[in-house]
């Protein structure tokens, strides 16, 4: 009888590790078993691949190009499971933008709004 053997999936240890606490808190994933699944995969993710600064950056159209490139890594799932555990305080993660611990659609410009639309 032959048995079939199986390579584990990149996700399959993210799952948290079990809590004794009562409480009803959803588990949080640490940092340090995204970094051990991303160690495990054969591909480049983006967050190692480019210059980490992309994802913390200011400018609204490098935030939107921080997020373009979360798209096609494999833990993206997991990533941005952590980081809303974890109420990230800012960044890029799971391409989505963290502002002080929550989800926001986009990145404002700094700087005062203006009072009238401009006429390009």
């Not at 390579?7 to 009803?24: C, F, G, I, Y």
């Not at 979360?70 to 980081?83: S, Y």
């Amino acid at each position: 009888m032959q048995t079939e053997t199986h390579a584990p999936s990149p996700t399959a240890d993210l799952t948290p590790p079990e809590s004794t606490e009562d409480t009803v808190t959803a588990p949080i994933i640490p940092l340090t078993q995204l970094d051990e699944a991303i160690e495990r995969l054969d591909v480049a993710v983006p967050c190692r691949s480019y210059d980490p600064e992309v994802f913390f950056a200011e400018d609204p159209a490098d935030v939107e190009y921080a997020k373009s490139l979360c798209q096609t890594c494999p833990l993206r799932d997991a990533c941005l499971a952590g980081a809303k555990d974890r109420r990230e305080p800012w960044g890029v993660w799971g391409g989505e933008l963290f502002v002080q611990g929550v989800v926001v659609p986009r990145k404002r410009p700094r700087g005062r709004p203006r009072k009238n639309p401009v006429v390009a």
